[in-house]
């Protein structure tokens, strides 16, 4: 299992720019790696811009700055930058529905 603290983005509805939130904290766990490395493998070898994994926010053990949250959905949003694979974490706040997003992460990084 990888914990990961990284730097967290908020989006209001019909803001044009992210603010900043502080670090968002979260784990991986090895089933969530393995399909993160096999959305990887898929997007090198395909066409696709990006993928989306749902997970389980209770196995994530999210913690989001104060004052943020809950969240009403998360998802990792897998990507290729330079053919390697990277994730960040996004989300859409219960109370009004901002983004909620964190800094990418690369996929070889993750123990």
Not at 6 to 23: A, F, L, M, V, Y
Not at 77 to 93: A, M, N, P, S
Request: charged share 25%.
């Amino acid at each position: 299992m990888s914990t990961l603290t990284i730097e967290g983005w908020c989006k209001g509805n019909g803001e044009q720019k992210s603010t900043p939130i502080e670090d968002i904290h979260f784990d991986i766990e090895g089933a969530v790696h393995t399909r993160l490395e096999e959305a990887e493998k898929r997007l090198q070898q395909s066409q696709e811009k990006e993928a989306y994994l749902d997970v389980d926010m209770a196995s994530l053990n999210l913690k989001l700055p104060e004052g943020y949250g809950p969240l009403s959905d998360c998802q990792l949003r897998v990507y290729l930058h330079e053919d390697r694979g990277q994730f960040h974490l996004v989300g859409h706040q219960a109370s009004d529905g901002s983004l909620i997003y964190s800094n990418a992460v690369l996929i070889a990084q993750l123990s």
